[in-house]
C-alpha cells in the first residue's frame, strides 16, 4: 500500500499551498515515501511494538554502568531512510535539487504519513525538529557548530538525533518546580539531577534540558536552556545515566527513561534567564506535530475501517451496504478530511511566521492567533484519535481486538497524544492565558466575523449556523473576562470545544467553496453533524447518495 497514492486529499492540499517547482519534487519524494511507510516501515513498526522494544542494557560484562539503549535493526533502518528525506534537515537547509530551502509543509506532510505506520517513531523525529530549531534560533555560532550540522544530518554527516528534557518528579506539568542544577565551569556547565520521563534517551546525540543556575531565581523564570551531548568527544558517556526504561502503553518504539546527570558536560544556549519561553517555542512546534500524528492515526484508523467493511460478510451482505456502517464510515471521512485540511492551514500560518523577519504589533497578533490554533486543534486532534480508533476496532469487532490488526496498536499509540505536549487541562489554561494577555479571542472572532461577512452567497445557510456559533462563543468569553479564576477554569475547555468547530466549520466552507459536488456534500454533513445532531428522514433518505459521493468516490 501507498500511503500517499492513496490520499488524492493530501495531494490537493499540498497543491494548494506550495508553489509549482516546490510541490512537483514533494510530490515525487513523497510517492516514494508513502510507499516506504505503507510497506516496510510499517512491516518494522509491527516489529518493534511486538517483539522489537528498546531495551536498556545497564552494565556490561565488568559492571560497569554503560546505559546502553539496545533496539532492533529494523527501526534503526528506518531512522537512516526517514532522516535522509530531510524530514528535519530540509526545514533548515536547501535542498539539493531545488537549491532553497524547504518548509515545515512539505515536514509535516512526511510525518502525516509516517504516522500511519510508525507515530512511534514520529516522536524522536518530533524532538529532533524542536532541537533543530532551538539550536538555529537561539544558540551561539560555537554551540550551533557543534551539534546543528549533525542534527541536521540527511546523510553527509554522523546523524544526531535530538530530545527535549523538561519533566521531573517533583514537577510534571509544573515546570516552575523543577530542580536539576547547571553550575559554570570555564566555557561550559556542569549539570547535575534527574530528568523523570525523558523520551529518546539513549538514542539521542544531543538533548535540550532545562536546568537552574547558581543563583537564579525560583519558578519558570529561573530556568536556563542547555545543550547536552550525549557522549563526549572520545565515545564516553556525558556523566549520563539511565535509571530504568518506562513500560508505556503505546508509542513503545520510542525510549522513554529515568534520566540522571551528574557533572554531565553542557552548553548553555541563548539568553540564560530566557530557557522556559525557549523550550515553550518549541514546545509549540511539537504540538502541531503531535496534531500531525493524531490526524495520521485517525486516517490509518478510516482506512481499516473502510477495507474491512468491503472484504468482510456478515449475514449474506458486504459490512460495506449496511446504512450503520455507511453512516459511521461517512462520519468518520468528513471529520477527518475537514480537520486534515483546518491543520495544515495552521501549518501555512506557522510556516509564515516561522519565516517572518518583520517583527512588529502586526507579527505578535499572528504569533498569539497561531498559538491559539495550535492549542484547540492538539486538543481536539488528540481526542478524536483516541475516537476513531475506537470506532475502527468496534467496526472490525472480535478482530478489532486481535493483535494481528494494527488496530488496537493505533489505540495504545493514540492514548498518549492526549498527554504529551499538554493535555486538555493544560491546553485550556493556555487558552485563558492568551486570552488574558493577548485578547486572541477578540482576534478569533474579528477574524471569523469578516469570513461571515464575506461574498459566499451560495453558502448563505452554513454562514447563518457559523454566525449563531460565534455569537454563542463572543457570549461565554464575555462572560468569563469578568468571572472569577475559578469560573474561568471551568469554562476554558468548553470555550476551546466551541472554538474548534467554529474554525472547522470556516475552513469546510472554504474546503467546498474551491472544490466539487463532493466537497459541497462534505460540508453539509459535517454542519450536520457538529452543530445540528437530531435526526431527520431527509438525513437517512440521503445517506447512501451522500456516501456515494463522499466515500467511494475517494476509496481506492
Not at 156 to 165: K, N
Not at 197 to 226: E, I, W
Not at 477 to 498: G, L
Request: glycine share 6%; aromatic share 10%.
Amino acid at each position: 500500500m501507498n500511503f500517499y497514492q492513496n490520499d488524492p486529499v493530501l495531494k490537493k492540499i499540498l497543491k494548494t499551498h506550495l508553489d509549482s517547482r516546490m510541490f512537483n519534487w514533494a510530490d515525487k519524494q513523497l510517492e516514494s515515501f508513502g510507499e516506504m511507510c505503507g510497506t516496510v516501515i510499517d512491516e518494522r513498526a509491527k516489529h518493534t511494538d511486538r517483539e522489537g522494544q528498546p531495551k536498556l542494557v545497564k552494565y556490561n560484562q565488568f559492571g560497569e554502568d554503560i546505559s546502553h539503549i539496545w533496539v532492533n535493526e529494523g527501526y534503526k533502518q528506518t531512522v537512516r531512510e526517514t532522516y535522509q528525506t530531510g524530514i528535519v534537515g530540509y526545514v533548515h537547509k536547501k535542498i539539493p535539487e531545488l537549491n532553497t530551502k524547504g518548509n515545515y509543509m512539505y515536514s509535516y506532510a512526511q510525518g502525516y504519513l509516517l504516522s500511519q505506520s510508525e507515530p512511534g517513531f514520529y516522536c524522536p523525529v518530533t524532538l529532533s525538529m524542536a532541537t533543530a530549531l532551538l539550536l538555529e534560533k537561539y544558540a551561539n555560532e560555537d554551540v550551533k557548530e557543534r551539534f546543528l550540522p549533525h542534527v541536521l544530518s540527511t546523510g553527509e554527516t554522523e546523524l544526531y538525533e535530538g530530545a527535549t528534557f523538561l519533566t521531573e518528579r517533583q514537577g510534571g506539568s509544573d515546570v516552575g518546580a523543577n530542580e536539576v542544577a547547571a553550575v559554570k565551569n570555564g566555557d561550559h556547565y556542569l549539570i547535575s539531577g534527574e530528568k523523570y520521563f525523558a523520551s529518546n534517551a539513549g538514542v539521542c546525540g544531543v538533548a535540550m534540558v532545562l536546568a537552574r543556575g547558581d543563583g537564579s531565581s525560583s519558578g519558570t523564570k529561573g530556568l536556563s536552556l542547555f545543550a547536552v551531548p550525549w557522549r563526549l568527544e572520545g565515545g564516553e558517556l556525558n556523566g549520563i545515566s539511565i535509571r530504568r526504561l518506562k513500560d508505556k502503553l503505546g508509542v513503545r518504539a520510542v525510549p522513554s527513561a529515568e534520566v540522571e546527570f551528574t557533572n554531565a558536560k553542557a552548553y548553555l544556549v541563548g539568553d540564560e534567564s530566557k530557557g522556559i519561553y525557549y523550550m515553550m517555542e518549541a514546545l509549540n512546534l511539537s504540538r502541531i506535530c503531535n496534531a500531525v500524528a493524531s490526524i495520521g492515526i485517525m486516517r490509518r484508523a478510516y482506512q481499516e475501517a473502510l477495507r474491512y467493511a468491503f472484504k468482510r460478510e456478515a449475514f449474506k451482505k458486504q459490512l460495506i451496504d449496511y446504512p450503520m456502517v455507511q453512516e459511521s464510515l461517512l462520519a468518520l471521512c468528513v471529520k477527518h478530511e475537514i480537520e486534515t485540511v483546518a491543520i495544515f492551514d495552521l501549518i501555512k500560518e506557522y510556516d509564515l511566521l516561522m519565516n517572518d523577519d518583520q517583527k512588529d504589533q502586526k507579527d505578535h497578533e499572528q504569533a498569539a492567533y497561531v498559538r491559539l490554533l495550535i492549542a484547540i486543534l492538539k486538543k481536539e486532534t488528540a481526542e478524536q484519535a483516541i475516537h476513531f480508533s475506537h470506532e475502527a476496532i468496534e467496526l472490525l469487532g472480535g478482530n478489532g481486538y486481535i493483535e494481528d490488526f494494527v488496530t488496537p496498536k493505533l489505540l495504545r499509540d493514540a492514548q498518549v497524544l492526549t498527554v504529551w505536549e499538554g493535555t486538555a487541562n493544560i491546553l485550556g489554561l493556555e487558552l485563558l492565558r492568551l486570552m488574558k494577555k493577548t485578547h486572541v479571542h477578540k482576534q478569533f472572532s474579528k477574524r471569523i466575523k469578516a469570513f461571515v461577512e464575506s461574498d459566499l452567497k451560495q453558502f448563505e445557510q452554513e454562514k447563518e449556523i457559523l454566525s449563531k456559533e460565534l455569537h454563542a462563543l463572543n457570549r461565554m468569553t464575555t462572560y468569563i473576562e469578568r468571572a472569577d479564576e475559578e469560573t474561568q477554569t471551568y469554562y476554558a475547555k468548553k470555550i476551546a470545544v466551541k472554538m474548534v468547530g467554529i474554525f472547522e466549520a470556516k475552513t469546510a466552507i472554504q474546503w467546498a467553496n474551491n472544490g466539487s459536488e463532493r466537497e459541497r456534500v462534505l460540508l453539509k454533513r459535517y454542519m450536520q453533524q457538529t452543530f445540528q445532531h437530531d435526526c431527520s428522514f431527509e438525513d437517512a433518505a440521503s445517506l447512501k447518495e451522500d456516501f456515494d459521493k463522499v466515500v467511494l468516490q475517494h476509496a481506492y
